[in-house]
């Protein structure tokens, strides 16, 4: 069986391919690739902020960089495949520029600002959207949902709020 999806990470960030963050981000999306199947291995590459300002600008029309971008190739594929070739159904783009501001001002970790746009990525590419309230809260959730499963320790650091 090929493997739901394959991670990319950037060149310049070794950071980013430890065991832990490959682990952690692995698992989360297997568990929402087995509650949301795909048929298809999905490409997740983790990239710059320029690179999502092209990417926006070309397909959206958007001339500005995004945290992330799913783009099916479902359609259009042949509907009988040979076995033995790997169908891809989708790609996802993540900017860890994004993710690491991002991060920061919700006093969470990289990693799970990461998996927080990695889920809604492979939601997206599951059929999901989130053009009305009701459908936002239920995308929302849904990550929620799924990071709690797959909670890294909590690294955060602890407000004043929260003493």
């Given at each position: 069986?090929a493997?739901?999806f394959?991670?990319h990470?950037?060149?310049?960030?070794?950071?980013?391919?430890?065991?832990?963050?490959?682990?952690?981000?692995?698992?989360?999306?297997?568990?929402?690739?087995?509650?949301?199947?795909?048929?298809?291995?999905?490409?997740?590459?983790?990239?710059?902020?320029?690179?999502l300002e092209?990417l926006n600008?070309?397909?959206?029309?958007?001339n500005?960089?995004?945290?992330v971008?799913?783009?099916?190739?479902?359609?259009g594929?042949?509907l009988?495949v040979?076995?033995s070739?790997?169908?891809t159904?989708?790609?996802?783009?993540?900017s860890?520029?994004?993710?690491?501001?991002?991060a920061a001002?919700?006093?969470?970790?990289l990693?799970?600002?990461?998996?927080?746009?990695?889920?809604?990525?492979?939601?997206?590419?599951?059929?999901y959207?989130?053009?009305?309230?009701e459908?936002?809260?239920?995308?929302?959730?849904?990550?929620?949902?799924f990071?709690r499963r797959?909670?890294?320790?909590d690294?955060?650091?602890?407000?004043?709020?929260?003493?």
């Amino acid at each position: 069986m090929a493997e739901p999806f394959h991670l990319h990470f950037p060149d310049d960030r070794p950071d980013l391919t430890t065991t832990f963050v490959s682990q952690y981000l692995d698992g989360l999306g297997k568990s929402v690739l087995d509650a949301h199947p795909l048929n298809g291995t999905i490409e997740i590459v983790l990239t710059s902020d320029e690179e999502l300002e092209r990417l926006n600008t070309n397909f959206r029309g958007v001339n500005k960089p995004t945290d992330v971008l799913s783009f099916s190739l479902q359609e259009g594929q042949p509907l009988v495949v040979a076995e033995s070739e790997e169908r891809t159904a989708g790609e996802i783009y993540i900017s860890v520029e994004r993710a690491t501001q991002q991060a920061a001002s919700l006093h969470v970790t990289l990693w799970e600002e990461l998996g927080r746009l990695m889920v809604h990525g492979l939601l997206h590419l599951a059929g999901y959207d989130h053009d009305t309230e009701e459908t936002l809260r239920f995308m929302e959730g849904e990550t929620e949902s799924f990071l709690r499963r797959h909670n890294l320790p909590d690294t955060r650091p602890v407000t004043s709020d929260e003493r």
